[in-house]
């Protein structure tokens, strides 16, 4: 049901579903409709015109019912058309999978007979194939599956060469599986979403093989007719008579059209990076639709957010990944966002400059201001200029936000030019001097090195040397430290936090863990489920946390050298944000939740330079402050 609903997404996909269902009960229907024997002749009333007495569409040069034989012919070509599929994919499916799944030698062979089959154009092998089977739709039947074999088994097989070595496989092979319990039960589930996809896209363009077979006399012989042969008999009367013509052409047309849409609709069903929308083009700029007035400027900080608001609209849901989110940071320090995965933190720091994927993603509301600048709803050429240059980020994985083809130097030289119009061997002796800058080893020949010649820590090093590239007012870091190990991370943050003393950076550092903030950070705010619920200095924060969330994450946290104690862990998972309940979103998984929790929306209370959204917080910020 979920894959139909996904296929009803897609307006043309679901017009192809209808029309070629319509189509399909037709051609079902035919043998109980009260239509004229398709094969009986009556020369007097040949070439009769549409709505003739007695003949819908009129009839043909040998006088025979249009409607009848389209009816009768649009069954044969479907059924002709859907088993050559089928036969294609069950025997190319199996040989890409035995291929694949074995390698070596066996891979070998069957891929050489594969290649061999592909080195003749294959309209040509399918009419030697039925020259030498001899005419006859049975016969076209067999020369159009065997020219589409290689189609399947050249895509299953890389499929499969991608998962026979997974960990799962092994796994099955060291049970003692045998091959073939390996392949029906481990394979073949993996690989029949690529093998459904590959019918839907290819089953038209069988059916046009086969018309073309018929066409040309080989395929469907008199008096039998398919959609091939009708066109073949009427080739004649073109000129004269074009409606016997039209007739099959048109329904030729319609059924080939409605597959190929139903089968782009299939793809993005069954495809998960096409279903999730990853391989969906996204805009230059976050599309902004702001639904209520922008909230008035304040001047605290460099970067300043208010009430920001971003939203993920996926078919009829709304997923409130931020919820009025206001933030700051000043020159100079370091604001720390925490809080578990899905809490909305890094979607709050891509719509600072309109980074959140459109579609899906809709900035609805608030106001984010650089300095005296506001950025939402800016133009994609005023943000542009300040990407990477006024505003910099260094991405949680570098390997994937490098590009693998050119060397970190040039992509360094690239940074700076794109925002300074400077000869290229000043930029590259710049480029050098960044790589020296963030403790970069022989920085000379290391410029030269590409991405994957590089370790994790240097790749991450090169990330926060293309941020530092243009001397930025603010560093957004997304997580940097996450994938490394504890030495180099350690290292990572002692550099963030001596560039920004030295340079004066504002940073707004994202990590879910409470160790960097102490370690990092000045202030900090707690996220959940899109949510500020704390923010604070942050040595308060970690001495007395105010919200219930905030206490079981810094508990969550394991201290060395403290002696004994119990690792806590949070129960529970955090919420749906499409379907967030009225009140604390934290209050299924709080050990102190009220009725009152759950009835009413909890503002952020502010107590002297702490705040916390709960109606019953650990710590009394109010006696705190006046303290």
Not at 42 to 54: D, L, Y
Not at 56 to 67: K, Q
Not at 575 to 604: H, S, W
């Amino acid at each position: 049901m979920k894959t139909v609903r996904l296929i009803f997404r897609n307006r043309l996909a679901a017009a192809g579903l209808v029309v070629l269902g319509i189509v399909v009960l037709l051609a079902i229907l035919t043998p109980i409709l009260p239509l004229a024997d398709p094969d009986v002749t009556n020369t007097a009333n040949r070439f009769r015109p549409v709505f003739a007495e007695g003949h819908l569409l009129g009839t043909d040069h040998l006088g025979r019912d249009l409607l009848s034989r389209l009816l009768w012919g649009t069954r044969l070509s479907l059924a002709v058309g859907f088993a050559a599929a089928v036969f294609a994919a069950v025997i190319g499916a199996g040989f890409g999978i035995v291929s694949g799944y074995f390698g070596g030698a066996t891979d070998n062979v069957i891929m050489r007979g594969i290649d061999m089959l592909m080195a003749f154009p294959y309209i040509l092998l399918a009419l030697a194939i039925v020259a030498a089977l001899g005419p006859g739709l049975f016969n076209a039947l067999i020369a159009v599956a065997v020219v589409n074999i290689p189609f399947f088994a050249r895509n299953i097989r890389g499929v499969t060469v991608g998962i026979a070595h997974k960990e799962f496989v092994d796994a099955a092979r060291l049970a003692g599986l045998s091959h073939t319990r390996i392949i029906l039960s481990e394979i073949l589930p993996n690989v029949i979403p690529v093998i459904v996809i590959a019918m839907s896209t290819t089953i038209g363009w069988m059916i046009l093989e086969t018309a073309g077979l018929s066409f040309l006399g080989l395929g469907s012989q008199p008096p039998q007719a398919d959609l091939g042969s009708m066109l073949g008999e009427a080739r004649g009367a073109l000129i004269t008579n074009p409606l016997t013509s039209i007739v099959p052409g048109v329904m030729i047309l319609v059924i080939v059209m409605s597959i190929n849409l139903l089968g782009d609709g299939v793809r993005d069903a069954l495809d998960p990076r096409l279903r999730s929308g990853a391989l969906t083009r996204p805009r230059a700029a976050t599309v902004v639709d702001r639904r209520a007035p922008v909230p008035a400027p304040r001047a605290e900080g460099v970067l300043t957010m208010t009430d920001l608001e971003t939203q993920f609209h996926v078919g009829a849901r709304v997923y409130r990944a931020v919820n009025k989110v206001s933030l700051h940071v000043a020159p100079g320090e370091c604001l720390g966002v925490i809080g578990e995965s899905g809490s909305g933190k890094s979607v709050t720091a891509l719509s600072v400059m309109g980074l959140v994927a459109s579609p899906p993603g809709v900035i609805t509301g608030g106001s984010v201001r650089f300095r005296d600048a506001e950025l939402i709803g800016a133009t994609y050429g005023r943000l542009r200029e300040l990407r990477g240059d006024r505003v910099a980020y260094i991405f949680q994985d570098p390997l994937a936000t490098l590009h693998p083809l050119y060397r970190v130097g040039d992509q360094l030289v690239e940074a700076i030019r794109v925002h300074h119009r400077i000869p290229r061997a000043e930029a590259w002796d710049r480029a050098v001097a960044l790589l020296k800058q963030v403790r970069i080893p022989n920085p000379e020949s290391r410029a030269q090195s590409y991405p994957h010649e590089m370790s994790g820590g240097m790749r991450q090093r090169v990330g926060i040397a293309m941020a530092l590239a243009n001397d930025p007012d603010v560093i957004i870091a997304d997580e940097p430290t996450t994938a490394l190990d504890v030495t180099v991370q350690a290292q990572i943050l002692s550099l963030l936090d001596d560039l920004r003393r030295e340079r004066g950076l504002a940073i707004v550092f994202i990590t879910h863990d409470f160790g960097v903030v102490a370690q990092l950070c000045d202030r900090v705010a707690v996220m959940y489920a899109g949510r500020i619920v704390e923010e604070g200095p942050t040595r308060a924060v970690l001495d007395a946390p105010a919200h219930p969330y905030t206490r079981r994450l810094i508990a969550c946290v394991p201290e060395l050298g403290a002696g004994r104690r119990r690792l806590e862990a949070i129960p529970g998972l955090p919420p749906a944000v499409d379907r967030l309940e009225p009140g604390c979103a934290f209050a299924p998984r709080c050990l102190k939740t009220e009725a009152v929790c759950v009835t009413r929306e909890i503002g952020l209370a502010q107590a002297g330079n702490r705040a916390v959204r709960c109606l019953f917080p650990e710590t009394d910020l109010k006696r705190e402050a006046a303290e």
